[in-house]
């Protein structure tokens, strides 16, 4: 009877590993295609519009992989990582249908592939202090185009498709949409950066045939398929005509004003020197858009938090209503440019409105919320005050738009004709265009030029400032730059849905570095709301009285005491008890706040290290037990 217990035991751990193996052996070969993401944010699922540029592809591409030797021998980490990044691209090149081929090369040192890596523009790793080796990536196409992954950082691996996508983008569509650039901001050739762009510029410049335009701008060439004014200042009547043209034939036009460009500020020796706002008060007048370049968005509800320093070298954290950080049902979900970005990252911005009446279709993209309050821009234009705005705040109840769609037939905003110094060719077109509206209106009766154009308005230029939505952190012995906010994805965005592409657009939102614990940044908001507005108090009351005192002249001749009388001393002895008492409360406020995140980062870790192990080990004791029970059973 034991014997042949043993003998079917051993039979069944036999029979368990073969069916392992074979499970094992199938899966790898037949159920490899297959995938469950059980992600929150389908992290490893394709989307759509990677799938849809793989579908268009009509020319082969290879990815080739560049893992040094030395990067798995070196670093564990690294190693696990590339085998990820390995497995990622095969399923990348199945789902294109074989028309994108993935190889793994070696660069052994001194070896061609080395040399062909060097080529190719690949960067070397530092592993320590005699090592190198690469870790990129490098496509080709058909006509031996190139484009490069220097180094695949782990730091960007949530990023991971973005970046392949967008180098296959490149390699499968070379002929790019023309972007036609008029800056008032240095984007290009920052001179505070040595003269090196903003690296928002420099993505772009990756997917669009950017072309800088300055000067007066008499025409657009036929051949731009977006126009992006960015911070328009002082633009001559000429210029705007050349704009308004464009837009009157069906141009697709971005504009971004400011009511206060903070990196305009930034680059002027003297606070002052210059105005920061812009506007296209003559364009925006005849198109029925409210924008007021003298006021500027504060909202306590989406406002992000600065360190205020204060005397005695100690610094607050402080909410400053007029930097805005934009997530959720601040972003229009049913709009392609903003429906999968997660957080953007707005400075002093502006509102927008459409007067009912200008015909036009309107659709906002970024608000702010209810509890917003419009403040003149001039307190903040020279010493920006967080603690001001906040003593200031009031509510008004009504949500602004910082950003919007607008689209329809836009009327002209020179129904006398072209100003002089106008391209004589742009009076036989707008001759030309007249005629053709005129036909519309009659038909119609409706208003607005000669075809339907799309133009996006944003009441901000600081969102694209590196400081707005970068990071920079070390990685690898390499300064790697981390985006903290959607706002580079916004602007493609844009310029994607002006420009007609549709394969980048639903792909970019995942690509955010900075997830807060949005419990934890709630409690800290709630114990600062709970002390600020008495502290504020107490600065107030102490300013005053120290007003007071420099207000007080010393007599000649006599002593300090006779600066103070009693009851003074009296006021101020009370005032110093009163802040001692405030800073109590303050430092007990502190502690409860961080007894309720200890407690929560108490119970979150439990619940991702302690609750499964425990409930898988008491769904095997209970097995266990039932196994047993049935046993005894059965022996009976």
């Given at each position: 009877m034991w014997k042949r217990r043993r003998t079917l035991t051993v039979l069944g751990i036999v029979l368990g590993l073969v069916l392992l193996v074979s499970l094992n052996t199938f899966a790898a070969l037949e159920l490899g295609r297959y995938r469950l993401d059980l992600t929150e944010e389908k992290a490893y699922t394709l989307s759509e519009g990677t799938l849809a540029l793989l579908e268009r592809i009509d020319e082969p591409i290879v990815l080739r992989l560049y893992v040094s030797r030395a990067v798995r021998e070196k670093s564990p980490f690294l190693a696990a990582y590339a085998d990820r990044v390995l497995d990622f691209l095969e399923g990348y090149a199945e789902a294109s249908g074989g028309r994108i081929r993935v190889e793994y090369v070696d660069p052994e040192p001194y070896s061609e592939e080395e040399d062909r890596a060097v080529g190719f523009g690949l960067q070397a790793v530092q592993l320590d202090a005699e090592t190198t080796g690469y870790f990129g990536l490098a496509g080709t196409n058909s006509t031996d185009d190139v484009a490069v992954i220097p180094v695949l950082s782990p730091e960007r691996e949530r990023f991971l498709e973005y970046d392949v996508t967008r180098l296959v983008y490149r390699l499968a569509d070379p002929q790019r949409p023309v972007v036609a650039v008029l800056s008032g901001l240095p984007i290009n050739a920052d001179p505070t950066r040595q003269f090196r762009p903003w690296r928002i510029y420099e993505l772009l410049k990756d997917q669009f045939d950017l072309r800088w335009l300055a000067g007066e701008i008499r025409t657009i060439d036929d051949d731009v398929r977006v126009l992006l004014l960015i911070h328009p200042q002082g633009l001559s009547d000429v210029t705007l005509h050349a704009v308004d043209r464009f837009v009157q034939r069906g141009g697709r036009l971005m504009v971004l004003v400011d009511p206060h460009a903070e990196a305009q500020a930034m680059r002027q020796r003297q606070p002052g020197m210059a105005e920061?706002?812009?506007?296209?008060?003559?364009?925006?007048?005849?198109?029925?858009?409210?924008?007021?370049?003298?006021?500027?968005?504060?909202?306590?509800?989406?406002?992000?938090?600065?360190?205020?320093?204060?005397?005695?070298?100690?610094?607050?954290?402080?909410?400053?209503?007029?930097?805005?950080?934009?997530?959720?049902?601040?972003?229009?979900?049913?709009?392609?440019?903003?429906?999968?970005?997660?957080?953007?990252?707005?400075?002093?911005?502006?509102?927008?409105?459409?007067?009912?009446?200008?015909?036009?279709?309107?659709?906002?993209?970024?608000?702010?919320?209810?509890?917003?309050?419009?403040?003149?821009?001039?307190d903040l234009r020279l010493f920006p005050d967080p603690f001001g705005l906040l003593r200031k705040y009031r509510p008004e109840g009504e949500e602004r738009v910082l950003a919007a769609v607008i689209r329809g037939r836009f009327p002209t905003a020179f129904p006398d004709g072209p100003p002089e110094g106008a391209a004589e060719e742009a009076e036989d077109g707008d001759a030309g265009a007249r005629a053709e509206t005129a036909a519309a209106d009659e038909a119609d009766g409706t208003t607005g030029g000669a075809a339907e154009a799309t133009v996006i308005v944003v009441a901000d230029t600081d969102l694209l400032e590196d400081r707005s939505w970068l990071v920079?952190?070390?990685?690898?012995?390499?300064?790697?730059?981390?985006?903290?906010?959607?706002?580079?994805?916004?602007?493609?965005?844009?310029?994607?849905?002006?420009?007609?592409?549709?394969?980048?657009?639903?792909?970019?939102?995942?690509?955010?570095?900075?997830?807060?614990?949005?419990?934890?940044?709630?409690l800290r908001r709630e114990a600062e709301q709970r002390y600020r507005a008495k502290e504020q108090e107490l600065v107030q009351r102490l300013e005053e009285l120290q007003g007071k005192l420099r207000s007080l002249e010393l007599p000649a001749g006599e002593g300090e005491g006779a600066l103070l009388d009693p009851k003074l001393r009296e006021e101020i002895a009370k005032i110093r008890d009163e802040i001692l008492e405030t800073r109590r409360e303050l430092r007990e406020v502190r502690r409860r706040l961080r007894e309720d995140i200890e407690r929560l980062q108490a119970t979150v870790r439990f619940a991702n290290i302690g609750a499964v192990p425990l409930l898988v080990a008491l769904i095997a004791v209970g097995v266990g037990l039932v196994r047993r029970s049935r046993m005894r059973r059965r022996a009976a």
């Open positions: 920061t706002a812009s506007t296209l008060e003559r364009l925006f007048e005849a198109w029925g858009l409210r924008y007021d370049k003298d006021r500027i968005v504060a909202d306590p509800a989406v406002a992000r938090q600065v360190q205020v320093p204060l005397s005695g070298g100690r610094a607050q954290v402080v909410d400053y209503l007029a930097w805005l950080a934009l997530t959720g049902e601040r972003l229009n979900r049913t709009h392609p440019v903003t429906a999968e970005l997660e957080r953007l990252h707005f400075s002093t911005a502006g509102a927008l409105a459409l007067a009912e009446d200008s015909g036009l279709a309107w659709t906002p993209l970024v608000t702010s919320s209810p509890r917003a309050q419009m403040v003149a821009a001039d920079t952190q070390q990685v690898l012995g390499r300064q790697v730059e981390l985006p903290i906010a959607d706002n580079a994805d916004f602007l493609a965005n844009a310029l994607d849905y002006l420009a007609g592409s549709d394969v980048l657009v639903k792909l970019r939102g995942r690509r955010v570095a900075f997830r807060p614990f949005e419990r934890l940044v709630a």
